[in-house]
């Protein structure tokens, strides 16, 4: 995977933290399960770059 993809999806779940916990801050549940969704999509991303890294090795 290139670095590019990675630091997007470490971007990703970084926005889902933050998306997580605003909706704690404020209350709003759906914007905190919204934000776990996004952290989730992001680490199966992360998964899948880390797999397709451990075959081309």
Same mark, same amino acid.
Request: glycine share 12%.
């Given at each position: @995977?290139?670095?590019? !993809?990675? +630091? $997007?999806?470490? +971007?990703? %779940?970084?926005? #889902? $933290?933050?998306? %997580? #916990?605003?909706?704690?801050?404020? *209350? !709003?549940? &759906? @914007?905190? +399960?919204?934000? =776990? #969704? %996004? &952290?989730? &999509?992001?680490?199966? $991303? &992360?998964? #899948? !770059? *880390?797999?397709? !890294?451990?075959? =081309? $090795?």
């Amino acid at each position: @995977m290139s670095i590019g !993809d990675k +630091a $997007k999806h470490a +971007a990703e %779940e970084a926005i #889902g $933290k933050a998306k %997580e #916990g605003l909706g704690k801050a404020s *209350d !709003d549940e &759906q @914007m905190e +399960a919204e934000g =776990r #969704g %996004e &952290q989730s &999509q992001a680490n199966l $991303k &992360q998964a #899948g !770059d *880390d797999v397709k !890294d451990a075959f =081309r $090795k």
